[in-house]
């Protein structure tokens, strides 16, 4: 993770591109290889990521661009959980590191989603590339699973694209590193290459 401010520019700086409107950033959940405690390694959506650099499953985050509020919505693991986890940090905790002060459960969500729709207000959220986070924000945005993909704001989209288009010092350096290790990597499988042996 980079220092709260950090996120806490980005998101500023996305809210003052778009000027209004609640914005939606779904994280993504575990993903099962054959039953449901038998997960694929876990990969945070990179948009959630790039906002609000929290690596916790289950999470969704909403930015209220005319309210100036920022909420990480999620839950408090207990006991049973931290069984097969260990401890994890407290929700709060977690999104201080983001630079956001307000968490709440994400039954808190479900309602502010149906409240605000009653009242008008506009929603803006991404295309969703995962089947369950179509399905999670159709049940929020009360619209069909089908049609969530249709409904996301292209100005959202296009704010996104120009803000991660032009990459910060630290996104420099933490690219320069990947792109280090990889090199090194390259290096010394090519030193271990004999002739007659297979790529596997």
């Not at 039953?35 to 929290?54: E, I, K, T």
């Not at 909420?71 to 693991?77: A, L, M, R, S, T």
């Not at 149906?114 to 179509?134: D, I, V």
Request: net charge neutral; glycine share 8%; proline share 8%.
């Amino acid at each position: 993770m980079f220092a709260p401010e950090i996120y806490k520019t980005r998101r500023d700086i996305l809210k003052k591109r778009l000027g209004g409107g609640l914005l939606l950033f779904p994280g993504n959940v575990p993903s099962p290889i054959n039953y449901p405690a038998n997960v694929h390694p876990f990969r945070q959506d990179s948009v959630f990521l790039y906002y609000f650099g929290l690596e916790r499953p289950g999470l969704f985050a909403l930015i209220d661009v005319d309210r100036d509020l920022e909420i990480v919505f999620g839950h408090d693991p207990g006991l049973e959980e931290m069984v097969w986890t260990g401890p994890l940090t407290p929700l709060g905790e977690l999104a201080w590191q983001a630079g956001v002060t307000r968490t709440a459960p994400l039954s808190e969500l479900e309602a502010l989603t149906a409240k605000s729709r009653a009242g008008g207000r506009t929603w803006r959220y991404l295309p969703p590339y995962r089947a369950e986070t179509r399905h999670e924000l159709g049940k929020l945005l009360d619209l069909p699973p089908d049609k969530v993909a249709a409904g996301a704001s292209v100005p959202f989209i296009e704010a996104v694209i120009a803000q991660r288009s032009i990459k910060a010092e630290e996104e420099i350096v933490e690219i320069e590193s990947a792109l280090e290790i990889c090199a090194r990597t390259h290096r010394r499988a090519m030193s271990l290459v004999r002739p007659g042996m297979l790529e596997r």
